[in-house]
């Protein structure tokens, strides 16, 4: 008999794979309608023009590196906390503690990730976000503390190159191909859909390799496997690129003056700032749900610990919610992907991840938190794009890494704070916090950003809004 996360599943698939095929037949009839326009347009304005060919080539570069390292970064989702906690017998409470070691350590190295990947090469440091992420599914497969917290260190430093480097190559890459700011939106759009389909396929592959091997650590193992084969493929399809005084690295290893000058930029631009409140309050609690939604829907089942949560298909649940999110995003930016409706869009992605979590939080019922996930889940797949473009077009190219990576500290202060609660405790106010921080966050976007967008005047031409 099918079970219920099973029917659920099921059924998202099917509404995803509908909604898909809907999404791309939309998209070719765009597509054969714009081509030439777009062409023409920018020969007449006197813009060098990117051929199609040059769009392809650069989204396929960075689909097939994004889908790889996503998907080592997905497989092991579902069981960080269940490998921690009921295979190695930790406390909540320590289970916690490798949490933030792990934010901390994100936390105290964002801005120099960020400085390092504008200084020597956004494409440098993605090749050692490879290895020290491959180290780090080393350190998780030995059951003894100090070793398990050099490993959250090493997967802190891991995360803030995965965050920052990666969408920094793209934006540099596309504006040196002169690529209009609706070709940077498809990318990021189709980023978030394969991202949907990675970590889907990843939450499946994880719940198999946990039935075959009856341990929790094997899905890091294959993590590690995905991340080498990263490697390769970087190493050997990308070019390298920089922020503005890349050529030339100096004595400062810790790069305080560049540092000064991105938070001089950030503190003068109002709209900057409210896109890293963004980022601290979405991400934040993006980061708390991947801590919290695995003992919220225990506490909620009937059945449980006699029956245990099959976490691989819910996990895939949140990721084909994830991909719902990026197809509407997708089809709500079909016709205008200016800098207005995204800030317009990233307000409303707040106020109803918000309202996701407010619900999770009123209801007892383990099905009505599963689908307030889910809506939460589908509010990140919309996120993505739309906080990257709202990056890539205010943040310019000399600072950007460094911007992004230092958006990052805030961010993980506001989750180490949030998990030395006493997570178990404390669930629902945590919960509650990341609502109303969102809430807040929805409102001064609002009030800000959407005020200012018509009147903004990007600092690279070649990602102006067309």
Request: proline share 4%; net charge neutral.
């Amino acid at each position: 008999m099918v079970g219920f996360y099973e029917l659920q599943l099921i059924f998202l698939v099917s509404f995803c794979l509908i909604f898909l095929l809907l999404e791309r037949h939309l998209s070719q009839r765009k597509d054969l309608k714009e081509k030439d326009l777009h062409t023409a347009e920018r020969l007449e304005n006197g813009e060098p023009t990117a051929s199609h060919n040059s769009l392809a080539t650069l989204t396929r570069q960075y689909l097939i590196v994004y889908a790889i390292v996503m998907g080592a970064d997905w497989l092991q989702g579902p069981y960080v906390y269940s490998l921690y906690r009921e295979q190695y017998g930790l406390s909540e409470r320590m289970v916690a503690v490798l949490f933030v070691t792990g934010f901390m350590s994100a936390g105290l190295t964002a801005p120099l990730v960020g400085v390092w990947a504008d200084q020597h090469g956004r494409k440098k440091l993605c090749l050692a976000f490879c290895l020290t992420y491959i180290f780090t599914c080393c350190c998780i497969t030995i059951p003894y503390l100090p070793i398990l917290l050099l490993g959250r260190v090493c997967g802190g430093i891991s995360t803030s190159i995965l965050y920052s480097a990666f969408e920094s190559w793209l934006v540099s890459s596309a504006g040196a191909l002169a690529l209009p700011s609706t070709d940077l939106s498809t990318i990021f759009g189709r980023a978030t859909l394969v991202n949907g389909f990675v970590a889907t396929g990843a939450g499946v592959a994880s719940n198999q390799l946990v039935t075959l091997t009856n341990s929790f650590t094997s899905p890091f193992v294959a993590s590690g496997i995905l991340l080498l084969l990263a490697h390769l493929v970087i190493r050997s399809s990308w070019g390298e690129n920089f922020g503005g005084a890349g050529t030339t690295p100096g004595k400062d290893l810790f790069q305080l003056k560049r540092l000064g000058q991105a938070w001089r930029i950030v503190r003068d631009d109002p709209m900057l700032l409210v896109v890293g409140l963004t980022q601290t309050c979405f991400e934040g609690s993006m980061y708390l749900f991947v801590f919290l939604w695995v003992p919220s829907l225990q506490e909620a089942s009937p059945t449980f610990p006699t029956v245990a949560l099959p976490l691989g298909y819910i996990f895939s649940s949140f990721m084909i919610s994830m991909m719902l999110g990026s197809l509407l995003y997708s089809a709500v930016t079909a016709q205008s992907g200016g800098l207005t409706l995204h800030a317009k869009l990233s307000s409303l992605v707040c106020a109803f991840a918000a309202l996701a979590l407010a619900t999770s939080i009123r209801s007892d019922s383990e099905r009505v938190r599963f689908w307030a996930f889910c809506a939460f889940e589908a509010c990140v797949g919309m996120y993505y794009p739309v906080q990257g473009m709202l990056r890539g077009t205010l943040i310019s190219n000399e600072h950007r890494a460094t911007l992004s990576s230092l958006f990052r500290v805030p961010l993980n202060v506001f989750v180490v704070v949030s998990l030395m609660t006493g997570v178990s405790s404390a669930r629902n106010a945590v919960l509650s916090a990341s609502s109303l921080m969102l809430a807040f966050s929805a409102l001064v976007t609002a009030f800000v950003v959407v005020a200012r967008a018509d009147d903004y005047v990007s600092p690279e031409a070649s990602l102006r809004p067309e």
